[in-house]
């Protein structure tokens, strides 16, 4: 299995920025599809933007042209940089690697993000 552990998330006020960081386990790091997920208390857990082997992102229209997901293979890292919070972004966030020889999913335990004045 794939383990990953996110870090950075945290306290802020609306219109503040914050940078998610989610380092994982394995050789193979580099081929897999990495993501960021959230859940807000009472709702589903939602996509929040992915990013190919490749480094082409794709991102949910809520955070389109506010987050920007970035990857440092080198050091099996995935970034979410968060701009422009607003209090609908309060959720849990989580790191997700989608393995596509297995066709398998693997999650983190999760960072708290809280977004209020």
């Known amino acids: 299995q794939v383990q990953l552990v996110e870090s950075g998330g945290g306290l802020v006020q609306p219109g503040g920025s914050l940078r998610l960081s989610c380092v994982g386990s394995?050789?193979?790091?580099?081929?897999?599809?990495m993501g960021w997920y959230r859940q807000a208390p009472g709702n589903q857990r939602e996509l929040v933007a992915t990013i190919t082997s490749g480094g082409i992102p794709n991102y949910a229209d809520s955070v389109k042209g506010r987050f920007t997901i970035s990857r440092d293979n080198a050091k099996n890292t995935v970034y979410l940089q968060m701009n422009s919070l607003k209090p609908e972004d309060t959720a849990v966030y989580y790191c997700n690697a989608y393995r596509p020889v297995l066709m398998r999913n693997d999650w983190g335990r999760g960072t708290q993000v809280t977004v209020s004045s």
């Open positions: 394995g050789r193979a790091f580099s081929i897999y599809v």
